[in-house]
């Protein structure tokens, strides 16, 4: 009966052995597939976070640009006026000087 005992755990052994193997190289296998998709997702996350420096960037070249299109629009609508009133007084004077001299 001893004999039967020690063939049974031999046996009981083996299959547990064989599933063991088979475990670990399941475990093996679905382990690297989990790495690569890591790897691929970590590849998406740093192309999403240089999009988003892009982005960034284009903002703050945007803000800079309209700034720089606003204090040249005040810059144009000041020189306009000055050269409006100034022609404005110089014909003004003008015919104060046109009505006296008459």
Same mark, same amino acid.
């Given at each position: ?22 475990? &670990?190289?399941?475990?093996?296998? !679905?382990?690297? *597939?989990?790495? +690569?998709?890591? =790897? @691929?997702?970590?590849? &998406?996350?740093?192309?999403?976070? !240089?999009?988003? *420096?892009?982005? +960034?960037?284009? =903002? @703050? ?42």
């Amino acid at each position: 009966m001893n004999e039967d005992n020690y063939e049974k755990i031999l046996k009981v052994l083996d299959e547990h052995k064989e599933h063991s193997i088979s475990f &670990r190289s399941e475990t093996t296998s !679905e382990l690297k *597939q989990i790495g +690569r998709r890591l =790897d @691929i997702s970590n590849g &998406r996350m740093a192309k999403q976070e !240089e999009a988003t *420096q892009r982005l +960034r960037e284009e =903002d @703050i070249g945007m803000s800079q640009e309209l700034k720089f299109i606003k204090e040249n629009g005040r810059f144009i609508r000041d020189r306009t006026w000055t050269i409006l009133t100034s022609v404005i007084s110089i014909l003004a004077v003008s015919a104060i000087m046109w009505v006296i001299s008459k």
